[in-house]
């Protein structure tokens, strides 16, 4: 078997008597990268370009053969550099993919924010509507005239009751209680999270924020939900056999499944992904 590229330059340094750091002086190349040379440890080295110019130079400083050299590099560094070129290639595609997923995640929840502006508008123009015929009411009613008869003879008139017309309240008495209104999520309304046994075969997740996070849950095969949670509120979601949850902020979540808790999975700040929960 022939000498490897290493091996050659390291070879032509001994016959010129030279140590690695002087080798180093003279080429002007640091003396990790003449180290990774002769190691054939083309990890260490920069990209292919300046690896073919630190040979190149070596090369004309030992009085090797160029030619000869550079054929030596590109059999036995070629296909590292093609497959790192490949990773890199890939590690970019990733990358890629989780901005435009972000992205995506961020188009939906302004779609969200939207549709619940546009239901507190129509919610308010409802009720507009619902208090005008009570305005109508408050309005006064004419003032009664009276006009004396000449032929009676002049007498005090009995005094004439007449009764204001009723004004609705704008608010109701404080002792009478008020119905709050309840504002139920697209996904679940929030539940509370320990002791909740599940309807029949059901399995039940429920999430309670502590810390502002985002959860993604998929139940069974049905597609995934997110949701932005503030601490206090809760949510709930029901499946026949499993749940697959992603979690922006582990720490900032309690986590039960048929009314029992599960976890920790980390800490404030850290992103859990493809959590499976079954029977």
Do not use: C
Not at 201 to 214: D, G, H, P, Q
């Amino acid at each position: 078997m022939g000498e490897s590229l290493g091996q050659y330059f390291r070879r032509g340094r001994k016959e010129k008597g030279w140590t690695l750091e002087e080798a180093a002086s003279k080429t002007r190349i640091l003396p990790q990268y003449l180290q990774a040379v002769e190691d054939d440890n083309y990890e260490q080295l920069p990209a292919e370009v300046f690896a073919k110019g630190f040979i190149r130079s070596y090369a004309r400083s030992l009085g090797l053969n160029e030619t000869e050299v550079l054929a030596k590099f590109n059999e036995s560094g070629g296909l590292f550099y093609a497959l790192r070129n490949e990773r890199e290639q890939l590690q970019q595609h990733i990358r890629e993919e989780a901005r435009r997923k972000k992205a995506n995640k961020l188009i939906v929840a302004g779609m969200v924010g939207l549709a619940l502006v546009v239901l507190l508008v129509a919610t308010g123009q409802d009720r507009d509507r619902a208090r005008a015929p009570t305005e109508s009411l408050r309005e006064p009613l004419p003032p009664l005239t009276f006009v004396p008869q000449a032929s009676q003879p002049s007498r005090p008139e009995p005094p004439i009751h007449v009764e204001e017309p009723a004004v609705l309240p704008e608010n109701p008495p404080a002792d009478v209680p008020t119905s709050p209104i309840e504002i139920e999520r697209n996904f679940s309304p929030g539940l509370p999270l320990e002791g909740i046994q599940p309807a029949g075969s059901k399995l039940v997740l429920e999430v309670e924020a502590i810390e502002r996070a985002w959860v993604l849950v998929q139940a069974d095969r049905d597609p995934s939900q997110d949701v932005l949670l503030s601490p206090g509120e809760r949510v709930r979601w029901s499946a026949d056999k499993r749940f697959r949850v992603t979690l922006g902020n582990a720490g900032g979540v309690r986590i039960s499944v048929n009314g029992k808790l599960q976890g920790p999975y980390g800490g404030s700040g850290k992103v859990i992904k493809n959590l499976i929960f079954t029977r």
